[in-house]
């Protein structure tokens, strides 16, 4: 059974791989048709020196996409090969690069063979269902916009946040509110009074004053917590505080899944501003509460001394 059919999709890498170790075999066996001492690898840079000329390692490295030390490794040998020249420069950090005489004989003798490859592709692609190097160039643009590797954590995200089960708090609950936020309000400041007072009694300070509070489960782990606290004050009806997340839990989506849960929940209570306040330091979190829908806003007092950011949410068009 052919193996990538086993794999499916992760082996991708390992196919394109393969395909390019084929291509590459055959390039060695085509120059040697037209008795071309040349291998592969350099075509890239043998190009782009016989079309511009003389050229810097870093020019050439940006032209064809590779790394200077690809590129400082591949002129080295085409040197030995004496396909190519130093050529002096009047920066004399540039180090500047230029095809030898018989890197430009090598380079008019080229033309046919390039024709005869064009032509041998393009009967490839006639025979074939799907156009490749179309393809090849519409993956390259993709993955330009955003790499694998981003992809398959976005995928992770989603896999995991699926495990992940938002409950209504309970008095078994009260000690992960209070860890989880000491935690992360230790991590970057100190705790304060009022801190205290609402990680210690959060029925007497949160649930008995008209709030709610959201314990995020995973795989029945208490990992997140969020509180919506109902505010006395004219312009806001709740405020979304107490958020924290353990770090164990990162990339599961879960401030994302509690900040849902308060909005959703401050909606239904007719709620028409949900507030916060925060500090500037913690990029994630300011980050989630834009995602979220927040604007900035400024003035308002604050019993924190390490809020430096305040923001609010329209819950009503």
């Known amino acids: 059974m052919n193996i990538f059919e086993r794999t499916g999709k992760m082996a991708i890498g390992s196919r394109l791989r393969m395909l390019t170790a084929i291509i590459t075999d055959d390039a060695s066996k085509i120059y040697s048709l037209y008795d071309a001492e040349f291998s592969p690898k350099w075509f890239p840079v043998f190009y782009v020196l016989g079309q511009d000329g003389k050229k ?9 996409g590779h790394s200077q030390p690809s590129v400082t490794k591949i002129v080295k040998e085409m040197t030995a090969a004496k396909l190519i020249v130093q050529l002096k420069s009047s920066d004399k950090r540039a180090n500047l690069v230029g095809l030898s005489k018989k890197g ?13 490859v064009e032509a041998a592709v393009e009967t490839l692609i006639e025979e074939a269902n799907h156009n490749l190097w179309e393809a090849l160039a519409e993956w390259e643009f993709l993955l330009n916009q955003k790499s694998l590797v981003k992809r398959v954590i976005e995928q992770k995200k989603l896999r995991e946040s699926k495990e992940v089960r938002i409950v209504e708090y309970e008095e078994k609950y009260q000690s992960s509110f209070k860890s989880l936020n000491e935690e992360w309000i230790s991590s970057y400041f100190e705790m304060e009074e009022a801190d205290y007072k609402a990680l210690d009694h959060p029925r007497e300070y949160i649930l008995d004053k008209g709030g709610r509070i959201f314990v995020a489960l995973y795989k029945g782990e208490p990992l997140g917590v969020c509180a919506l606290i109902k505010m006395q004050d004219e312009d806001y009806d709740f405020e979304m505080a107490k958020m924290a997340v353990s770090p164990k839990a990162q990339g599961r989506n879960i401030g994302w899944l509690l900040g849902n849960e308060i909005v959703k929940a401050a909606k239904e209570m007719g709620g028409n501003k949900l507030y916060l306040e925060s500090n500037t330091i913690l990029k994630p979190a300011i980050n989630l509460y834009h995602k979220l829908g927040f604007k900035k806003i400024v003035g308002r007092p604050t019993p924190y001394s390490r809020c430096n950011i305040q923001m609010e949410l329209l819950l009503k068009d």
């Open 104 to 116: 430009m004989e090598l380079s008019d003798k080229f033309k046919v063979q390039l024709l005869d």
């Open 56 to 64: 810097t390692i870093t020019e050439i490295a940006e032209e064809i």
